[in-house]
């Protein structure tokens, strides 16, 4: 039971960051959406909504560099990686 519930907890570290980037993405999206959409009516000036925008790259950025450093780290324990990317042993002297 207790493995069960470690590897619930690991599933959900990588989805709760995988749903703030998704939703940062839509905040984004909806943004320039919003922007150019209001491009097509004359009564309005068009403006864009920089703070949304914001939030959205940010949540974005976030969950994108959790999930991408956690597969990072993943491949380096299990030695994936390119030689460059391998930890640097210590010579003893």
């Known amino acids: ?24 993405f839509v905040l984004m999206k909806d943004a320039l959406f919003n922007y150019f959409s209001a491009h097509g009516d004359t009564n309005l000036a068009p403006d864009f909504g ?11 950025a ?6 991408g450093g956690w597969t990072f780290y993943r491949d380096r324990k299990r030695n994936y990686v390119a030689p460059r990317f391998k930890k640097k042993r210590v010579r003893p002297q």
């Open 1 to 24: 039971m207790k493995i069960i519930l470690a590897r619930f907890i690991a599933i959900l570290l990588l989805v709760i960051p995988g749903l703030a980037a998704t939703y940062g």
């Open 50 to 60: 920089w703070l949304g925008f914001s939030i959205g790259f940010v949540l974005f």
């Open 62 to 67: 976030a969950g994108i560099v959790f999930i």
